[in-house]
T-cell receptor, first 112, second 113 residues
Framework: KAGVTQTPRYLIKTRGQQVTLSCSPI?????VSWYQQTPGQGLQFLFE???????NKGNFPGRFSGRQFSNSRSEMNVSTLELGDSALYLC???????????FGNGTRLTVT | DQQVKQNSPSLSVQEGRISILNCDYT??????FLWYKKYPAEGPTFLIS?????DKNEDGRFTVFLNKSAKHLSLHIVPSQPGDSAVYFC????????????FGKGTSLLVTP
């Protein structure tokens, strides 16, 4: 069974631009969560989608948004990029919200 | 504020010995705890979990202990192997907050031959 797939693996953007990251969950998994990892803050929860609905959201500004499609694939978008948005963005999927989450290898975003 | 804390950024253990990784939490609503292992350039890999109704869970060389009164959990690896060298993250979740994972900042384990 294929794992969680995140694309692209690396991305370089400039301040003010916007970016879209993609996540394909494990087949059959309906819950997708996004996390941001930075050296200073560690791994922080961004949001979770289940059956195309955002069911949970972390403490991030509105510039961070996401969506989930009917095939459970998910995208997250960051608008008006800031230097502090440079981070590893990790997607995780599970059968349902109360199940074990399995992570992808992440997208490394660098904002210059 | 950090609700899950791993106070040891790094740990070095000899091959064959026991590795003990510790984790403390502050939120008494947490009812599910997990350990993830992370190699460089890869995402975290699920290792073992424990529900708050238990105080111990074992899976092969890995055992997690939970002390709810002390709000403390630990991961024991016996015997430690060089391939166990990685960063270990402790995570906690609560049904009341939708099972979002709250992570510690990780402990880097080095197992030397």
């Amino acid at each position: 069974k294929a794992g969680v797939t995140q694309t692209p693996r690396y991305l370089i953007k400039t301040r003010g631009q916007q970016v879209t990251l993609s996540c394909s969950p494990i087949s059959g998994h309906r819950s997708v969560s996004w996390y941001q990892q930075t050296p200073g803050q560690g791994l922080q929860f961004l949001f979770e989608y289940f059956s195309e609905t955002q069911r949970n959201k972390g403490n991030f500004p509105g510039r961070f948004s996401g969506r989930q499609f009917s095939n459970s694939r998910s995208e997250m978008n960051v608008s008006t990029l800031e230097l502090g948005d440079s981070a590893l963005y990790l997607c995780a999927s599970s059968l349902e919200p109360a199940s074990i989450f399995h992570f992808g290898n992440g997208t490394r975003l660098t904002v210059t | 504020d950090q609700q899950v804390k791993q106070n040891s950024p790094s740990l070095s253990v000899q091959e064959g010995r026991i590795s003990i990784l510790n984790c403390d939490y502050t939120n008494s609503m947490f009812d599910y705890f997990l350990w993830y292992k992370k190699y460089p350039a890869e995402g975290p890999t699920f290792l073992i979990s424990i529900s708050s109704i238990k105080d111990k869970n074992e899976d092969g060389r890995f055992t997690v202990f939970l002390n709810k009164s002390a709000k403390h959990l630990s991961l024991h690896i016996v015997p430690s192997q060089p391939g166990d060298s990685a960063v270990y993250f402790c995570a906690a979740s609560a049904r009341d907050s939708g099972y979002a994972l709250n992570f510690g900042k990780g402990t880097s384990l080095l197992v030397t031959p």
